[in-house]
């Protein structure tokens, strides 16, 4: 069996069969799928593997239901027109899902990419215990798992969004400040919610940044920070085209700098945390103090409390434009310290920044120039995501395909 260039081991390696095979399912799928329809001879070129192996190694994908034949494809030859193989996937399911302060999100999509489900409900998860709260995310999951299920789709796996410290080994919650959770074993708690399914658990802005690298307003850009614009503040980082974690996976927690020693106190318990200056509770507690988060209100979600503010600007209340110039001060003299430190070419604002993107980023780029070093803030900017406060969600769905995408076996073979 072939092994292809790039991929191919140094000599004295051993490797089974079944690796092997499992590597160039993994070649051919991942080359259909990122260089759209092609024919076999084509994909046996670009792949490095020869005819015969490429018609075994299709024939197993099209019975996975990963790729299908499409055409007649007219390329300028002569001779009979061939078929071209394109990606499939029509009843491979991924799923993201997301618990945050105050709401929780599902998005869906099939190994190709077609949106299948897309619902945000608001949930008061701050105010309710970790059990309550992801009992509501089991419901949640169960709905949509049933939802695909109609559609004839079979979620290849599950990635859960927390905006926290996460061990991405076990899907435990190590701590999430602004829910108040503490060594919390989320994807244990979820399986019953999708039994057979593999759950993940992984850190909201992380997923965010995933999500931006792949398909949002930063796609390809190799090296880019994403800050998520909710209670708290998250920052995931790609350097280098990959997402930087930490030796522990922490990387990232931006929002617990301490910027204000004679600041507010953070849920985490500190003083003058950079998200209690630009967290969408630090934005309420300034234009709306009278919907401040802990009031004990009915739970809105972040986009109706947005309304509210420019309602209340509408009618003309001073304290929303203060409150947005404020906010924006603060975040560009933390996004100075963070283009200082990793260098990258666009700071991506999300969730309630990129809503309010036409009046923060002009005062965030101000300070961000009067602070950061010359240099590296000439060659950075910022930009408003135009995947709203879904970009996590998203992005555990492209985790869920890039796995399926590295090991194609982990979808069973159709027997119908």
Not at 70 to 86: D, E, K, N, Y
Not at 280 to 291: E, F, G, I, K, S
Not at 349 to 361: E, H, N, P, V
């Amino acid at each position: 069996m072939d092994l292809p260039g790039p991929g191919r081991r140094s000599a004295g390696v051993p490797a089974d069969q079944a690796t092997i095979r499992r590597s160039n399912l993994s070649l051919v799928l991942r080359h259909v799928s990122e260089s759209g329809p092609c024919s076999r001879s084509a994909a046996a070129v670009e792949t490095g593997l020869n005819k015969t192996t490429i018609t075994s190694l299709v024939g197993e994908l099209q019975a996975r239901g990963l790729v299908k034949e499409i055409g007649p494809q007219h390329a300028g030859s002569v001779g009979r027109p061939g078929l071209a193989l394109a990606l499939d996937g029509s009843r491979v399911g991924a799923l993201g899902v997301e618990v945050n302060v105050d709401y929780l999100a599902a998005f869906a999509t099939d190994l190709a990419g077609r949106v299948l489900a897309d619902r945000r409900i608001g949930f008061d998860a701050m105010g309710n215990d970790p059990g309550r709260s992801l009992d509501k995310l089991a419901q949640v999951i169960g709905k949509t798992v049933a939802d695909l299920g109609r559609l004839g789709v079979a979620p290849a796996g599950i990635t859960v969004a927390v905006p926290g410290l996460i061990d991405t080994a076990t899907g435990t919650v190590v701590i999430a400040p602004n829910l108040g959770w503490h060594q919390v074993p989320v994807a244990d708690r979820l399986r019953s919610a999708a039994p057979d399914v593999p759950i993940t658990v992984d850190n909201d802005a992380n997923l965010a940044a995933l999500a931006e690298y792949r398909s949002g307003v930063a796609m390809g850009t190799p090296n880019l920070v994403y800050l998520t614009g909710e209670v708290g503040v998250g920052c995931g980082i790609i350097s280098a085209g990959r997402l930087l974690n930490g030796a522990d996976g922490f990387a990232g927690e931006a929002g617990h700098i301490m910027v204000d020693p004679a600041g507010e106190r953070c849920g985490c318990g500190r003083i003058g945390c950079w998200e209690t200056k630009v967290g969408l509770a630090a934005l309420v507690r300034m234009a709306t103090p009278d919907h401040a988060y802990g009031l004990g209100q009915v739970v809105r979600d972040p986009e109706e409390r947005l309304a509210e503010m420019e309602q209340r600007r509408a009618e003309g209340d001073p304290r929303v434009d203060a409150g947005i110039t404020e906010v924006g001060r603060w975040l560009g003299r933390g996004a100075a310290m963070l283009i200082n430190l990793f260098n990258p070419r666009v700071v991506v604002l999300g969730g309630y920044f990129a809503q309010l993107a036409d009046r923060i980023i002009p005062v965030a780029q101000t300070e961000l120039d009067r602070l950061g070093m010359t240099a590296a803030t000439s060659r950075c900017g910022f930009a408003a995501s135009d995947l709203g406060f879904g970009a996590a969600s998203r992005g555990g769905v492209h985790v869920v395909i890039e796995r399926v995408l590295s090991d194609p076996t982990t979808i069973p073979i159709r027997t119908s």
